[in-house]
């Protein structure tokens, strides 16, 4: 068996994300964790290490790189239809027991997760650029392991997507600091944020930090990104009408444009004898949402089993906008400049000017 240590060490360079402070010690700026690293240890996320008061961070390679429909990200109000070339690394800050790509993101955390050295292809920010030249991405995606830990590769390849026209995003935890989305500001047009909770004790068992994801929400709204939201409803840990209100009502308070997909569970990694989610307890979460005055809910994960939850209606004048069925588009009808047609309401996204199937 290769040593994933060993080798994920040597596919690193000198990070940027990082604070130095006095005997060689460093703060790494990448994540909410803030870790304070001496010479010679890790960050939390065990893939950021300092090497003689130098944070060395992540670079060089990919533990996957596929053209996915920006649907799956999920994104629906960004530039739909497209292809978003993803890429992830391994690693993460979190360590949540329903993970469902748990051998990427668990790799140096969980002694089960070492088969992913197998994962590891190396491969430069042009490769990276070719492959989504040939794929006909109009999207470059972080993803599958957390971006934030590995924002500085990230950056390496959005600065030749940009220079494309290719838009890049970022599908996070929301682990984040100010810092790291300045960092990554010039190059991110869109941010995918879980909002796995809004309890700190779920948090803490996950890993993380209830207001550090909250702030970066609102934070990232105010940048200009486009924010989708994501909760993964699973029984018994976060589908409580309480906390679902709760949820509902801080995204409204942000922006009622901000898209909350709620998704189903399915038992995975250290969580298999939790009861899938059912379609009604996505219903009732998208029902709360809606009537918080979110203006764009979409129940995910259950295809052709949640209504009209997987449909764009115009919050006007209640036109349905654009069809799914899953990640596939079934009908499309906003303008061009992303409008309803029939009364012209902009709807909020970023939006195609020739979507596929139109001319
Ligand atoms: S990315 Fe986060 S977890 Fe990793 S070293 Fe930096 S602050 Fe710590």
Redesign the pocket.
């Given at each position: 068996m290769v040593n994933v240590q060993n080798l994920l060490d040597t596919l690193t360079a000198p990070g940027e994300?990082?604070v130095s402070q006095a005997d060689g010690v460093v703060r790494?700026?990448?994540?909410?964790?803030?870790?304070l690293?001496r010479p010679g240890r890790?960050?939390?996320?065990?893939?950021?290490f300092n090497e003689n008061g130098t944070?060395r961070v992540p670079w060089g390679y990919v533990a996957g790189l596929h053209p996915d429909p920006i649907e799956k990200k999920p994104f629906y109000h960004f530039l739909p239809g497209t292809i978003a070339l993803t890429f992830g690394m391994l690693?993460c800050?979190f360590h949540c027991d329903y993970c469902q790509n748990w051998l990427s993101s668990q790799a140096l955390r969980d002694p089960a997760a070492d088969e992913s050295a197998y994962y590891i292809r190396r491969i430069s920010p042009e490769q990276i650029l070719e492959y989504a030249r040939h794929s006909g991405a109009a999207v470059i995606a972080s993803s599958y392991n957390e971006p934030?830990?590995t924002s500085e590769w990230a950056v390496a390849i959005f600065k030749l997507a940009v220079a494309e026209g290719i838009k890049c995003v970022y599908v996070s935890n929301g682990?984040a600091t100010p810092e790291v989305l300045e960092y990554l500001r010039p190059w991110l047009s869109g941010l995918k944020i879980d909002l796995k909770s809004m309890r700190q004790q779920n948090y803490r068992v996950l890993g993380g930090v209830l207001k550090n994801v909250l702030d970066t929400i609102r934070r990232a709204t105010e940048m200009g990104l486009w924010v989708e939201v994501v909760t993964l409803v699973v029984p018994g840990f976060n589908d409580s009408n309480e906390e679902l209100w709760e949820a509902a009502r801080f995204l409204v308070s942000v922006s009622p444009d901000i898209p909350w997909h709620v998704t189903a569970f399915h038992s995975d990694y250290k969580m298999m004898d939790t009861e899938n989610t059912p379609a009604r307890t996505l219903l009732r979460a998208a029902e709360i949402g809606r009537e918080a005055g979110l203006r764009y809910v979409y129940a995910g994960n259950l295809p052709g089993q949640v209504g009209e939850y997987e449909t764009t209606f115009c919050p006007t004048c209640n036109q349905p906008l654009i069809r799914r069925w899953g990640y596939v588009i079934s009908e499309y009808h906003l303008t061009s400049q992303g409008r309803c047609p029939s009364c012209g309401t902009v709807i909020a996204g970023v939006w195609p000017e020739r979507p596929a199937g139109q001319t």
């Open positions: 994300l990082f790494c700026t990448a994540c909410g964790h803030r870790c690293i890790r960050g939390i996320c065990q893939v950021r944070l690693g800050n934030l830990i682990n």
